[in-house]
């Protein structure tokens, strides 16, 4: 497990002073940016409710015989629950599960618990027979929901639940992302850190992540490539040799592509802009089109990653290639 990290330290506080006092919210809600480190603030979180004996600033022992079975995610009082391979919601099935994992009397620990990751996701039957669960939750039970967005989940959710929002100051996050390099001993020391942050929304891990994946690098060849027609320019292959494997970042990107065309279509401050290292393009290019069109570009990019996230049996590939396809048509 990583370490809590520093940003994360007064939301554990003040859960920890909860329990304390025999206060521990039946229902936490964690919400913010994807890399902030939600997962470990609940994983610790988890761990130190079923811990027989949580040592030094309430952080799990680590050696008692729950920390072994968390560890090993197999505590009988633990149950975790994600969207299932091959799928993009929470069903009904999976909260009904929830359920009966929290009627049952805790086998070792003094707490049931539950984690529910992409809380967002759960079906309109999933949220409402969990809400079932939170208008009147069984004595010990600490269930955490994990979002990105606050929003995404239904008020009547919300309302249920503690909320804890997650977020970094830049400089703090700009600090906490040099040491990091400094202690992995990389040779990235020619990177500006803040413009990788304003890249990745100033989420840490994320950020982080784009240095061990050499995602930035996958970024600007998709640039290059989006950007330099060529007589022979082929939507096909670009969707397969930089986007098929990462479309994820790469639709974000191509977001971020024309939010950045948009801002310099409208004569906005060079300092808002994100992609800087390729102004030049993206100025050249805001030229050629003009803004209605890029408007509706940025809807066809945001919708195609939405049905890429939230619907299953579309041909990835395919729907890829027709976006690449209009791109190249507009800006060509
Ligand atoms: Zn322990």
Known sequence: MHELYPWCQSHWQSIMTAKSIERMPHAILLYGPKGIGKYTFTDH?????????????????????????FKANTHP????????????????????????????????????????????????????????????????????????????????????????????????????????????????????????????????????????????????KLAHNLFSFKENINPLKTVEDYILKIWEEALYWMILFTMDMIRIKRNVSTELLINTDIEDYLREFSRKVELKPLFSLLEKIEYSLWLLTNRTQINTQLLLEKLLIDWFLLLA
């Open 77 to 220: 009082d633990h149950l975790r629950v994600s969207i299932p391979d091959e799928k993009k919601v929470i069903s009904i099935e999976q909260t009904r599960e929830i359920y009966h994992h929290l009627m049952l009397k805790a086998k070792k620990s003094a707490f049931k618990t539950v984690t529910i990751l992409a809380a967002d996701k759960m079906t309109i039957s999933a949220a409402n027979s969990l809400l079932k669960i939170l208008e009147e939750p069984p004595r010990n039970t600490v269930i955490t929901l994990i979002s990105t967005s606050l929003f995404a989940l239904p008020v009547t959710i919300r309302s249920r639940c503690q909320k804890f929002q997650f977020s970094i100051h830049k400089r703090e996050a700009e600090k906490w992302l040099a040491q990091q390099l400094l202690s992995i001993n990389s040779k990235q020391e020619d990177i500006n850190l803040m413009y990788l942050l304003n890249l990745v929304g100033g989420a840490p891990l994320r950020a982080l992540s784009y240095l061990e994946q050499d995602l930035l690098s996958q970024r600007i």
């Open 45 to 69: 979180l988890v761990n130190n409710l079923l811990c027989d004996s949580p040592g030094e600033n309430k952080l799990a022992c680590g050696v008692c015989s729950s920390c072994v079975l």
